[in-house]
């Protein structure tokens, strides 16, 4: 397992992250991510640490909040020393009624984090993310209450999740300008089948220096092959819980890609769809939600994958994005005459 700089920070992640969705769901929503107990959490977590990763994430809406409650106890009951762990949460989701129960306000972050810490019984976060963008508060209000918990020794880095390229770099420029905690991460969908990030959002992260932590790396088990026409998907969650949304209709070809560079390298397509991130400049961290104990075993295995130059040409190729403006413009060879 190798370890990588998070952003232009000293802070060293694994490859992998385990995160911890899948914990403590009961109905709705988060009983279609997981519905995991203490004892499954515990073993995964473990297994996760005996493989090398240190790098854990969660947030306060998984589960509504017993996501963070049963990391925290995995953690105690596997005796693991807080200096061997690097976790994250995020904040910004709808925590109760009320207007004052969510977004990114300086009210509901401070109440919110001295609440996850409480869940994960832990004195710090390594790294408290905005998991959402909230038009309703101003960027420099967001900054300016991650800045309190940094200097307050809550919090040790900030990043952000799910924002679109021009709130970044907004965000980044008024860091700077004012001087507070810097953003060192974004966490964000990636996928050989949802590669829309290569448009504004990975050439700004790589033009910065933030780190990408990928969430979602097999499209919801979609890049596993088993919702292609040839898979068996009977008990596959997308079928319950369409998110996130695939173009199947590119998906499919690139599937079968997918199982032929697996074929040459013995392993399954869903390792080779997580060896093609790892393989990618941008990406920091491959974000790893297993229910499973030999599903985790599974996409650590990953790590071992060395795709070539042929590998990474076929993967590309079948995964291409559709010329869009101005990308079309900008790659073309220079003309003066334009």
């Given at each position: 397992m190798r370890m990588r700089k998070l952003g232009d920070s000293g802070l060293s992640v694994s490859e992998l992250c385990f995160g911890a969705m899948t914990f403590g769901g009961i109905d709705g929503i988060?009983?279609?991510?997981?519905?995991?107990?203490?004892?499954?959490?515990?073993?995964?977590?473990?297994?996760?640490?005996?493989?090398?990763?240190?790098?854990?994430?969660?947030?306060?809406?998984?589960?509504d909040g017993r996501s963070e409650m049963m990391l925290g106890r995995s953690l105690r009951n596997l005796e693991v020393s807080r200096d061997d762990v690097v976790i994250a949460t995020k904040v910004a989701s709808a925590m109760g009624e009320g207007p004052n129960m969510s977004g990114a306000s300086r009210r509901h972050i401070l109440s919110q984090c001295r609440a996850s810490l409480q869940r994960l019984g832990?004195?710090?976060?390594?790294?408290?993310?905005?998991?959402?963008?909230?038009?309703?508060?101003?960027?420099?209000?967001?900054?300016?209450?991650?800045?309190?918990?940094?200097?307050?020794?809550?919090?040790?880095?900030?990043?952000?999740?799910?924002?679109?390229?021009?709130?970044?770099m907004k965000a980044i420029g008024i860091g700077k300008a004012r001087g507070i905690a810097p953003i060192i991460s974004l966490q964000a969908y990636y996928t050989l089948v949802g590669r829309d990030l290569e448009?504004?959002?990975?050439?700004?992260?790589?033009?910065?220096?933030?780190?990408?932590?990928?969430?979602?790396?097999?499209?919801?088990?979609?890049?596993?092959?088993?919702?292609?026409?040839?898979?068996?998907?009977?008990?596959?969650?997308?079928?319950?819980?369409?998110?996130?949304?695939?173009?199947?209709?590119?998906?499919e070809p690139l599937i079968e890609v997918l199982r032929i560079v697996a074929c040459r390298h013995g392993c399954t397509p869903g390792q080779i769809a997580l060896a093609w991130l790892l393989h990618q400049p941008a990406v920091t961290t491959v974000i790893l939600g297993a229910k499973r104990l030999e599903q985790l075993s599974e996409n650590v295995q990953a790590t071992t994958i060395h795709l070539n130059p042929d590998d990474l040409a076929q993967l590309a190729s079948a995964s291409q994005l559709p010329p869009e403006y101005p990308g079309w413009l900008l790659d073309r060879p220079s003309d003066p005459q334009r």
């Open positions: 988060w009983g279609q991510v997981g519905k995991l107990g203490q004892g499954e959490a515990d073993a995964l977590v473990r297994a996760a640490l005996e493989s090398g990763i240190n790098f854990f994430d969660t947030a306060n809406v998984y589960a832990l004195e710090h976060v390594d790294l408290y993310q905005i998991h959402a963008f909230d038009p309703a508060t101003p960027i420099e209000e967001t900054l300016e209450a991650l800045d309190i918990l940094v200097r307050a020794g809550d919090v040790r880095y900030i990043g952000l999740s799910n924002w679109a390229a021009w709130q970044v448009r504004e959002i990975i050439p700004l992260l790589t033009s910065e220096r933030v780190g990408l932590m990928v969430w979602s790396p097999l499209a919801g088990g979609y890049l596993t092959g088993k919702y292609s026409s040839e898979g068996d998907s009977s008990s596959g969650r997308l079928n319950q819980f369409d998110f996130p949304p695939i173009d199947r209709g590119r998906g």
